[in-house]
């Protein structure tokens, strides 16, 4: 392995460590938690060192929405593959959906709720939040309807379980009900 080998391979370490400890702290404090310094002091590297592989608080928020999308893929994936049939696809999509949101509510807020200088729905939207997108249109696309566009009706259908997950994060919807109101929305919204 060359010099150059190693210092890109301890680089990438470094903002992996970066990543995963800004997420710990965010998921053990809060957001407000996360700064440079605290960072820094976590990861036992000085501030220049942080400020190398990110500009500050809002990249690494973004940073930490990509990985959050990489895995909210990969969970709607796996939901969704273990049942058959439409309908109980896109019922396993919603729980699937709701249960990574409570489950990383950190992550979820760097994703959907906190500024992370990230694009949505344009050209230049970065591949892993495409990917996640991807993964609700391949289930949701099937329960469109006629004369509907797929894509139209898995942002609505998003729209509608983010909803949900932040009002019941927020106390405003009672968490007991979660299963009548991903029941409702199959019903109401997945034409099969």
């Known amino acids: 392995m060359s010099v150059q080998e190693r210092r890109q391979r301890e680089r990438a370490d470094r903002e992996r460590l970066i990543v995963a400890t800004a997420r710990e702290l965010a998921e053990q404090q809060g957001w407000d938690a996360v700064t440079t310094r605290r960072?820094?002091?976590?990861?036992?590297?000085?501030?220049?060192v942080l400020y190398s592989h990110f500009r500050g608080k809002r990249e690494i928020v973004g940073a930490v929405a990509l990985q959050g999308a990489a895995e909210l893929a990969a969970v709607v994936r796996a939901a969704t593959a273990a049942v058959d049939g439409p309908r109980e696809r896109?019922?396993?999509?919603?729980?699937?959906?709701l249960g990574f949101a409570e489950r990383n509510p950190a992550v979820y807020d760097a994703m959907f709720l906190l500024d992370g200088g990230l694009a949505f729905a344009r050209e230049e939207t970065p591949e892993p939040l495409k990917d996640a997108f991807a993964a609700l249109l391949e289930?949701?696309?099937?329960?469109a309807g006629d004369g509907v566009h797929p894509g139209l009706f898995t942002e609505t259908f998003w729209?509608?379980?983010h909803g949900v997950a932040t009002l019941i994060r927020s106390g405003r919807l009672p968490p007991e009900?979660?299963?009548?109101?991903?029941?409702?929305?199959?019903n109401r919204l997945a034409v099969v």
């Open 39 to 48: 960072l820094a002091e976590r990861i036992e590297y000085s501030q220049p």
């Open 90 to 97: 896109v019922a396993a999509l919603a729980r699937a959906y």
């Open 139 to 143: 289930c949701l696309g099937e329960v």
């Open 159 to 161: 729209a509608s379980l």
């Open 177 to 186: 009900y979660t299963g009548p109101k991903v029941e409702l929305l199959v």
